[in-house]
């Protein structure tokens, strides 16, 4: 049932209206990774979040609105965004998986520009998660699909905030730490592209999230980009063993030249629907994380969970069902 007990509308464009005092927030992609840690915190916040999706789900959460539409159609997602006070967009083909030229630049390049549309009719502000690829001096079609996206918001003159998380952990059940920690569990060796020496700073999807709820409520910070890292920064083997020591594991790591894991990538993505490893991925295992924590530390209360804390509270049982 949607708010208030009603069904969600099935219409596309179709939108329940929350109550005057509820202030809403359109937030696309919601059922993804971060999306599905955002939506109840949004309700906790106080906010009515006004899920778009593509397909009317049988059961919506609690307190929301669902509306069904296009993230990269400007008509659609302009009727979506109707009444709404922000747009958190989460929506993205990602380096997760098989990637689409075609979809990837509707996806992510297309959607910029529907949002653009979407903000100037409806005046509201804009939350985009982006990503640390665009900083990839050879960045994948990921990479320069988000690098475009972001450009072409940030130039727009609509009220954006843009927020690029390093490598993001935390319970779930898609996206590239839960690949990683499924196969810390199940492997007794680890594959690692390359020596693994690259340093990142892995953000919790806890405090991710409240780092979106925190800038929703700060219209001032609206122009402005923020790297969002975890308190520390580690190698890529660093946080291998953090993952193997939070699941009670001891496991090994075997590192792969570059040229084979590219090749194996390149491989995988033609002949499996979901990878394990992309081409993207392994462009993302060369390079150290540029994610620099200060702009966020001087404006927003930055993220402060410990990778250990958080790994423990990412793997436990009750998380994970």
């Given at each position: 049932?949607?708010?208030?007990?009603?069904?969600?509308?099935?219409?596309?464009?179709?939108?329940?209206?929350?109550?005057?005092?509820?202030?809403?927030?359109?937030?696309?992609?919601?059922?993804?990774?971060?999306?599905?840690?955002?939506?109840?915190?949004?309700?906790?916040?106080?906010?009515?979040?006004?899920l778009l999706v593509r397909r009317a789900p049988a059961q919506a959460p609690p307190a929301v609105e669902v509306v069904i539409g296009d993230v990269a159609d400007p008509r659609e997602l302009t009727a979506a965004a109707a009444g709404a006070e922000a747009i958190v967009?989460?929506?993205?083909?990602?380096?997760?998986?098989?990637?689409?030229?075609?979809?990837?630049?509707?996806?992510?390049?297309?959607?910029?520009?529907?949002?653009?549309?979407?903000?100037?009719?409806?005046?509201?502000?804009?939350?985009?998660?982006?990503?640390?690829?665009?900083?990839?001096?050879?960045?994948?079609?990921?990479?320069?699909?988000?690098?475009?996206?972001?450009?072409?918001?940030?130039?727009?003159?609509?009220?954006?905030?843009?927020?690029?998380?390093?490598?993001?952990?935390?319970?779930?059940?898609?996206?590239?730490?839960?690949?990683?920690?499924?196969?810390?569990?199940?492997?007794?060796?680890?594959?690692?592209?390359?020596?693994?020496?690259?340093?990142?700073?892995?953000?919790?999807?806890?405090?991710?999230?409240?780092?979106?709820?925190?800038?929703?409520?700060?219209?001032?910070?609206?122009?402005?980009?923020?790297?969002?890292?975890?308190?520390?920064?580690?190698?890529?083997?660093?946080?291998?063993?953090?993952?193997?020591?939070?699941?009670?594991?001891?496991?090994?790591?075997?590192?792969?030249?570059?040229?084979?894991?590219?090749?194996?990538?390149?491989?995988?993505?033609?002949?499996?629907?979901?990878?394990?490893?992309?081409?993207?991925?392994?462009?993302?295992?060369?390079?150290?994380?540029?994610?620099?924590?200060?702009?966020?530390?001087?404006?927003?209360?930055?993220?402060?969970?410990?990778?250990?804390?958080?790994?423990?509270?990412?793997?436990?049982?009750?998380?994970?069902?």
């Open positions: 049932m949607g708010a208030h007990g009603r069904r969600p509308s099935s219409r596309r464009g179709g939108v329940p209206r929350a109550p005057r005092a509820m202030k809403v927030v359109l937030v696309t992609g919601p059922s993804g990774f971060i999306g599905t840690a955002l939506v109840p915190r949004l309700v906790a916040a106080g906010y009515t979040p006004r967009h989460l929506a993205a083909a990602t380096s997760s998986g098989r990637l689409d030229p075609a979809i990837a630049y509707r996806v992510n390049v297309g959607a910029a520009s529907a949002l653009v549309a979407a903000s100037r009719a409806s005046g509201a502000r804009v939350v985009v998660v982006s990503t640390q690829h665009v900083y990839l001096p050879q960045p994948g079609l990921y990479g320069r699909t988000k690098r475009m996206a972001d450009r072409l918001l940030l130039d727009s003159g609509i009220p954006v905030t843009v927020l690029r998380p390093s490598l993001v952990y935390g319970a779930g059940t898609r996206g590239v730490f839960v690949k990683l920690a499924d196969l810390v569990r199940r492997l007794p060796v680890v594959p690692v592209v390359g020596p693994g020496t690259w340093r990142l700073r892995p953000v919790f999807l806890d405090d991710l999230v409240s780092v979106i709820v925190e800038v929703l409520g700060r219209p001032e910070l609206a122009g402005r980009i923020y790297d969002v890292g975890g308190p520390e920064s580690v190698t890529f083997n660093a946080f291998v063993g953090a993952i193997a020591q939070a699941a009670g594991r001891r496991v090994r790591t075997v590192h792969l030249p570059l040229r084979m894991a590219f090749g194996l990538a390149w491989i995988m993505e033609r002949v499996l629907p979901s990878p394990p490893l992309t081409t993207d991925n392994v462009r993302g295992a060369v390079t150290d994380a540029r994610c620099d924590p200060r702009p966020l530390e001087r404006d927003c209360r930055a993220p402060r969970t410990a990778l250990a804390a958080g790994l423990s509270r990412a793997l436990s049982p009750a998380r994970n069902g």
